[in-house]
């Protein structure tokens, strides 16, 4: 059975930072891609970023480029999202997605359909 595991989540001021694990239990990653989404209040998920697990190939969101950062560690099967210079539009619950085998259409990676696996989801609020 695949788990996704978010944490890390929680109330940062505007500025501040904070970093999102996803640990990924009951499946290898080698041929896969990890992502991270978020969901504002009343509004749909959308894309934030993505490594393609084989290749540490990233792809990001243009919202948070040079804010936030993927990462991964093999030996722990686990994906971080490090957040910095947060703003209050980037309150959301986040999670985590698997896609195994990876889609080759790169394209379609911003799309939570094109992903297998969802964790949770874990509470980012940044206040003003």
């Known amino acids: 059975q695949v788990q996704l595991v978010e944490s890390g989540g929680g109330l940062v001021q505007t500025g501040g930072s904070l970093r999102l694990s996803c640990e990924v239990s009951g499946r290898a990653l080698r041929q896969s891609r990890m992502a991270w989404f978020r969901q504002p209040p009343g509004k749909e998920r959308e894309f934030v970023t993505a490594?393609?697990?084989?290749?540490?190939?990233?792809h990001y969101a243009d919202a948070v480029k040079g804010r936030l950062t993927i990462s991964k560690d093999n030996t722990k099967n686990a994906v971080y999202l490090g957040m910095k210079s947060l703003k209050p539009g980037d309150t959301a619950d986040y999670y985590c997605?698997?896609?195994?085998?990876?889609?080759?259409?790169?394209?379609?990676?911003?799309?939570?359909?094109?992903?297998?696996?969802w964790g949770q989801g874990t509470q980012v609020t940044v206040s003003a």
């Open positions: 997605a698997l896609d195994t085998p990876p889609i080759r259409v790169l394209s379609a990676l911003r799309f939570p359909s094109s992903y297998d696996y």
């Open positions: 490594v393609t697990w084989s290749s540490s190939t990233t």
